[in-house]
């Protein structure tokens, strides 16, 4: 998609509208292009720049193995991200962020674990094995844990990267991500503090068609990146074959060295004591005097 076009469905989407000039944040003076009846009107260029930046830090993220999570719990952000994030086998959390999803992963990992235990029970005998009250005791938590953490059941390891909607509203999942080190991409409104985002995407963070036309262009540079992983992989794959068809045989000690990590001036300092000392008469060992 060529700039011009990505700019127009970004105005036509209305992106550009902020909130009131009453509720603003003076941090976000930088990306405000001006006001009008009573709202701020945002700079589609900083926008735009966000945009492209965000991209292109997607694809590298995704390029090197890691995996994106999408955070965006608010009602208008929901269908789309489920729908989006979930055509390209990403990770996201659109219910509610529960404390600890990134900090105490362990926990979480261990619930998913549940949520496959009870899937197991009801897929074999649909829990006709329980009494009627446990049967519903254990449905119950079932759905819970699915609500809650379905988007996010494969997510075996930490994300590399996080697209966050709102930061206001998803304060609890930026503290997390930035005491991990995790960098964060998020769509601000100009109520927002851009400085919870590594990258700040300015726009409407209330209209759900400026969410999709967001959500839709870093899903394409995920998938851009999960193609170049894809392509890398199997480079090296060949390169890896090819390369171990032309190397001459190398004796296990050889081997082991260079699995060990023995450098080139160790071994040439060992060499000259194995095999260029001369050889002494049994009974000269020690000086020349002994």
Same mark, same amino acid.
């Given at each position: ?58 694809? !590298? ?128 409104? !100009? ?36 193609? !170049? ?19 001459? /045989? /190398?004796? /296990? ?17 060992? /060499? ?19």
């Amino acid at each position: 998609m060529s700039d011009n076009s990505l700019v127009h469905d970004l105005i036509e989407a209305g992106i550009h509208f902020g909130q009131r000039t009453s509720g603003w944040n003076p941090k976000m003076g930088r990306f405000i292009y001006g006001k009008r009846s009573g709202i701020h009107v945002i700079d589609i260029k900083e926008t735009v720049k966000g945009l492209l930046l965000a991209k292109r830090f997607i694809t !590298t993220v995704v390029s090197s193995g890691k995996d994106v999570c999408f955070v965006g719990t608010k009602r208008q952000a929901r269908d789309v991200i489920e729908q989006r994030v979930g055509d390209i086998k990403m990770h996201y959390v659109t219910e509610r962020w529960l404390g600890g999803t990134l900090t105490n992963f362990r926990t979480i990992r261990s619930r998913l674990k549940r949520l496959e235990e009870l899937e197991a029970i009801e897929a074999n005998d649909n829990f006709q094995s329980y009494s009627k009250k446990m049967e519903s005791q254990l449905r119950r938590e079932m759905r819970k844990i699915k609500r809650n953490l379905d988007g996010i059941r494969r997510m075996d390891k930490l994300p590399g990267a996080m697209v966050v909607i709102d930061v206001r509203r998803e304060l609890n999942a930026l503290r997390e991500a930035h005491k991990l080190g995790i960098p964060t991409v998020c769509l601000i409104d !100009t109520d927002g503090d851009p400085d919870l985002a590594d990258i700040a995407i300015p726009g409407n963070d209330d209209s759900m068609r400026s969410i999709d036309v967001v959500v839709r262009e870093l899903c394409k540079a995920i998938a851009e990146g999960k193609q !170049t992983r894809a392509a890398e992989d199997s480079k090296r794959e060949s390169g890896d074959d090819e390369g171990q068809d032309n190397q001459p /045989r /190398r004796s /296990r000690r050889a081997q082991y060295r260079a699995a060990s990590g023995e450098s080139g001036a160790d071994s040439a300092e060992a /060499r000259p004591a194995e095999e260029t000392e001369p050889t002494r008469a049994p009974g000269a060992v020690g000086s020349p005097n002994a």
